[in-house]
């Protein structure tokens, strides 16, 4: 009885058939979804993000009106995720912003919309609605 060691191939040598055009697939995908975010958008939402002052102010004034707290409840603080999600637009050179940012309430789901305008170092709003998502209801708490 003859004893050999038999030669194990590696996890890519038995696989790479499968794997290597899988990765290029991967990778080609990946680029064509970053290329079409344009650095407008990107620049946007990364605004957004450390604005959270924005928001908090808005959600304050929302959870003010009577209406919104019959409809939509308390509406909770924004969550870092609804902020990457949100649509954000920024012009004046950052100094005015409508953007739109889903929200929770205690009884009910929907979205925020804001407009407002940077003086000095405060926002000042031109426009909170908030759009209930169960009745497709739009609440205006300023306009």
Known sequence: MENELTERKNWFSKNWKWFLPLALISILIFTVVIT?????????????YTETALFEKAIEKANKNKRVLETVGVIQP?????????????????????????????RANGKIDISAYKKER????????VRVKKTKEEIQILN
């Open 36 to 48: 079409s975010i344009s650095k407008n958008d990107l620049t946007n939402i990364a605004q957004a």
């Open 122 to 129: 405060e926002w000042n709003y031109t426009k909170i609605a």
């Open 78 to 106: 924004i969550d870092k995720m609804a902020i990457l999600e949100e649509n954000a637009i920024y012009t004046n050179n950052n100094k005015t912003v409508v953007l739109s940012v889903r929200i929770k309430g205690t």
